[in-house]
């Protein structure tokens, strides 16, 4: 089993349709998507994916308030990365694991920007931080490590994720 995917949570502007989202975001990313809807909180799960972090930033500016995004590269390492409202990274933490060049800004002032998007205690994410990287990427672990900071963040994954499938649109051949 590899744990090779892309996840997010996006918390929506006032207003916007989670089910109008999840449609938008399976065209945008031109994938089937798992996704789990909680209120204006979206869950998203894409196996076999690594880019549906890049799908869930150009969408924010129009749809979000604010996102985590993972994208599991199996044994080559794991990015973390919490999102503001205009799409741009405010905190991205990651494992590489085979010398692939991620991104990484896991700084004490990002954790601070991260924890005040959120209403959290920037201390919850200085103990990820502490020990999040020790055991590796762990490759096909599903969700291992970087939804400790999900939870530090104060959006857990859901458990057990009861998902709807939803499919891009198909081209009209009208």
Request: glycine share 8%; net charge negative.
């Amino acid at each position: 089993m590899s744990s090779f995917s892309g996840w997010a949570v996006i918390d929506l502007n006032g207003g916007r349709d989670p089910e109008e989202f999840a449609l938008a975001l399976a065209a945008a990313h031109q994938s089937t998507l798992d996704v789990m809807i909680e209120g204006a909180r979206v869950f998203v799960f894409a196996d076999f994916s690594v880019t549906l972090s890049s799908a869930v930033e150009k969408l924010m500016p129009e749809w979000g308030a604010r996102a985590i995004t993972a994208s599991d590269f199996d044994e080559h390492g794991v990015i973390n990365e919490v999102l503001g409202p205009d799409g741009t990274a405010v905190h991205v933490a990651s494992i590489e694991e085979e010398g692939e060049g991620l991104p990484d800004n896991d700084t004490v002032e990002s954790r601070r920007a991260a924890a005040a998007l959120f209403g959290v205690e920037p201390s919850a994410l200085d103990e990820v931080a502490e020990t999040w990287s020790e055991e590796g990427a762990q490759p096909s672990v599903l969700g291992v490590p970087y939804l400790r900071w999900w939870t530090a963040l104060g959006a857990p994954w859901p458990h057990p994720f009861e998902s709807t499938t939803v499919e891009p649109p198909t081209a009209s051949t009208s």
